[in-house]
């Protein structure tokens, strides 16, 4: 583990393994060690998993705009600058896979391969962007009011979440035990400064993306899967994995299936194309 200062802010990294780097960005209410179950999963790697701002152990800024998505993507680039990587495979899930999309469309040379779990290009709709805002907004306030323990009431209770209630009740506790770890302050300043109602769709940039970009979503998460879909339209070299049994935490519901999908698109990088454009 290590913590690195970039552009004023305290960055949390955890690093293992060995080998080409494999940058891992988290979900929101999540941190490095979401990842710290895949740490031997993929030999010949180094995995190098950043806490993102307001999450773990990384610092949150008191000025909101400091933490935008923007400011969050150079963030990426200096760290990776810090820690002398150059180009990498990057994996992002859900908030993790915004910033990485983003960090691609910013940084296209530094990024080998893509791969977005459960991810969005933003919203397309001026209104929804806005009722996002305003639903987020009242979680911030929130979190400054009642504290984490309330959020995560709310939280878990999402329709998003349904498919988890087939984890073992361990997976679960140890999850919402995360959750419940979270800095209240410091989820309302990424709600607030990088919720997906805040920032512009990319969707049409999407074609500027050059790279072999691996969608990988859950059957049972029907919004993800058209998103992934359509996304994958727009890409040039995007391929669509829908994994079964799972929603939108794939890592976590299907975790032996998760890791041989990213074993198999780290080992064929070099190869635009894995298998058929969309797998099941």
């Known amino acids: 583990m290590t913590d690195v200062s970039v552009r004023g ?8 393994g060995t080998g080409a780097p494999l940058v891992l960005l988290h979900g929101f209410t999540g941190s490095a060690e979401m990842w710290r179950p895949f740490r031997f999963a993929w030999p010949g790697r180094e995995l190098i998993a950043v806490d993102l701002p307001g999450h773990g152990r990384t610092e949150f800024p008191s000025d909101v705009a400091r933490a935008r998505m923007a400011a969050c993507v150079d963030d990426l680039a200096s760290l990776m600058d810090a820690l002398a990587i150059e180009r990498t495979a990057l994996l992002g899930y859900s908030l993790g896979g915004r910033v990485a999309l983003r960090f691609a469309l910013a940084y296209p040379q530094r990024v080998d ?10 919203i397309v709709s001026l209104a929804e962007r806005q009722a996002r805002v305003a639903a987020d907004e009242r979680l911030a306030e929130l979190l400054e009011r009642e504290g984490v323990a ?4 709310v939280w878990e209770a999402l329709p998003l979440w349904a498919s988890q209630a087939r984890l073992p009740s ?5 999850l919402r035990e995360a959750r419940l770890g979270c800095s209240p302050l410091g ?3 990424s709600l607030r400064a990088m919720g997906a109602g805040v920032e512009e769709p990319v969707i049409d940039r999407l074609g500027e993306l050059t790279m072999p970009v691996h969608l990988v979503v859950g059957a049972d998460d029907a919004k993800y899967v058209a998103l992934a879909r359509t996304m994958a339209d727009r890409l040039p070299n995007a391929t669509v994995v829908i994994v079964p049994d799972a929603g939108h935490a794939v890592h976590l519901e299907q975790p032996a299936r998760f890791a041989a999908i990213i074993g198999d698109v780290l080992g064929t990088m ?6 058929s454009r969309c797998r099941s």
């Not at 802010?9 to 293992?16: I, K």
């Not at 391969?113 to 933003?122: D, H, K, N, R, V």
């Not at 309330?150 to 009431?153: C, L, N």
């Not at 070099?270 to 298998?275: A, S």
Request: hydrophobic share 40%; proline share 6%.
């Open 9 to 16: 802010l305290r960055y949390h990294v955890e690093r293992w």
């Open 113 to 122: 391969t893509l791969i977005l779990e459960s991810a969005s290009p933003g």
């Open 170 to 174: 361990e997976v679960r506790n140890r």
């Open 187 to 189: 989820l309302a300043c």
């Open 150 to 153: 309330a959020f995560v009431d």
């Open 270 to 275: 070099t190869r635009p194309t894995v298998g």
